[in-house]
């Protein structure tokens, strides 16, 4: 079945120490995005990628970065944990292009990776 | 910028009850409005999109409808089953951001 897979489920790391959160999907659709979500909140867009064209959210601190390698692969790297950075992190994809309405802009989701900062 | 809010936060019925979902948005500008299903530690399950020029959405038990003069959507449940117990989340696919906005979502309890 086509998918949007995310690994780990489940990440432990320390206070500063680098992490990076892996996703990966079977799609071939052009979006990539990834957001943080809260306890109780809303999901949160952090950035996202059409094709190679990085797009990143005005208020995504510089903590928080992302590279895309290939179309499969997208990758979210925090340079510096902190204590406020454990959430749960959602991929997921879209065919695009985005800003247009219709199917193409339907969002598809991996299972999350949830960050404990220690 | 767009603003989503659903209510209520908390729902809970007895299974077999017809049940309404709430949700509404500041700016009719919209291109889609999705709607998820979260369970607990889970990822989200998309569960209904319509499309801006649309009015409703129908898929098995579940039935979204949006209008966009009056800001609103709801999605329609019927004959709710203990499966049915999740979070569920409205999304926006906003115009001038061109990112998905989302409520903070419904969480739903079918009692046995």
């Known amino acids: 079945d086509a998918m949007v897979i995310q690994n780990p489920r489940y990440q432990v790391t320390q206070f500063g120490k680098p992490v990076t959160l892996s996703c990966s999907q079977t799609?071939?659709?052009?979006?990539m995005y990834w957001y943080q979500q809260k306890s109780s909140q809303a999901p949160k867009l952090l950035f996202h990628y059409y094709d190679k064209d990085f797009n990143n959210e005005a208020d995504t601190p510089d903590n928080f970065q992302s590279r895309r390698p290939n179309t499969s692969f997208c990758f979210l790297d925090i340079r510096s944990p902190g204590l406020g950075d454990a959430a749960m992190y959602l991929c997921?994809?879209?065919?695009?292009?985005?800003?247009?309405?219709?199917?193409?802009?339907?969002?598809?989701f991996g299972p999350g990776t949830r960050l404990t900062v220690l | 910028k767009q603003e989503v809010t659903q209510i209520p936060a908390a729902l809970s019925v007895p299974e077999g009850e017809n049940l309404v979902l709430n949700c509404s948005f500041t700016?009719?500008?919209?291109?889609?409005l999705q709607w998820f299903r979260q369970d607990p530690g889970k990822g989200l399950t998309s569960l209904l999109l319509?499309?801006?020029?649309?009015r409703e959405q129908t898929s098995g038990r579940l039935n979204a409808s949006l209008d966009k003069s009056s800001g609103r959507s709801t999605l329609y449940i019927a004959a709710s089953q203990p499966g049915d117990s999740a979070t569920y989340l409205c999304?926006?696919?906003?115009?001038?951001?061109?990112?998905?906005?989302f409520g903070k979502g419904t969480k739903l309890s079918v009692k046995p």
């Open positions: 997921a994809t879209s065919r695009g292009p985005p800003r247009t309405s219709g199917r193409v802009n339907e969002q598809f």
């Open positions: 700016d009719s500008a919209i291109y889609n």
């Open positions: 319509i499309q801006s020029s649309q």
């Open positions: 999304a926006l696919l906003g115009g001038s951001q061109g990112n998905l906005i």
């Open positions: 799609l071939n659709h052009n979006v």
